[in-house]
């Protein structure tokens, strides 16, 4: 079973950045997963935000994030990346890592992720 991380959440002014990371627990090797980010804000659905296939040559992303967020892999080290710029109070959610089979991305569908990770919480003030 895949076990992933986040780590890199916190609390930022608009118009701040953060960078959000996610690693896998044990053995598991990111590399051989497509990769995506989702985010859960209060009373809101859980929402595909990006994704990067295993390669990491391809990503896809939210339309309400292109141009601010940008997802990226370094599998000789085992994470992935959301680095997140120009950031906005709506941004505010708790944000999930999470694995899928080779293929996958550029799906936003949920339950084609297979394994998750806690999530960590990032807050926009305004």
């Known amino acids: 079973q895949v076990q992933l991380v986040e780590f890199g959440g916190g609390l930022v002014q608009a118009g701040g950045s953060l960078r959000l990371s996610c690693t896998a627990s044990?053995?598991?090797?990111?590399?051989?997963?497509?990769m995506g980010w989702f985010r859960q804000a209060p009373g809101k659905e859980r929402e595909f935000v990006a994704c990067?296939?295993?390669?990491?040559?391809?990503?896809f992303y939210l339309e309400s994030v292109k141009g601010r967020f940008t997802i990226s892999r370094d599998n000789a080290k085992n994470i992935v990346y959301l680095q997140m710029n120009s950031l906005k109070p709506e941004d505010t959610a708790i944000y999930y890592c999470?694995?899928?089979?080779?293929?996958?991305?550029?799906?936003?569908?949920?339950?084609?992720?297979?394994?998750w990770g806690r999530g960590t919480q990032v807050t926009v003030s305004s």
């Open positions: 999470a694995s899928s089979g080779i293929g996958t991305c550029p799906s936003s569908t949920r339950s084609n992720y297979n394994f």
């Open positions: 044990g053995r598991t090797l990111i590399s051989l997963y497509d």
């Open positions: 990067i296939n295993q390669s990491g040559r391809d990503t």
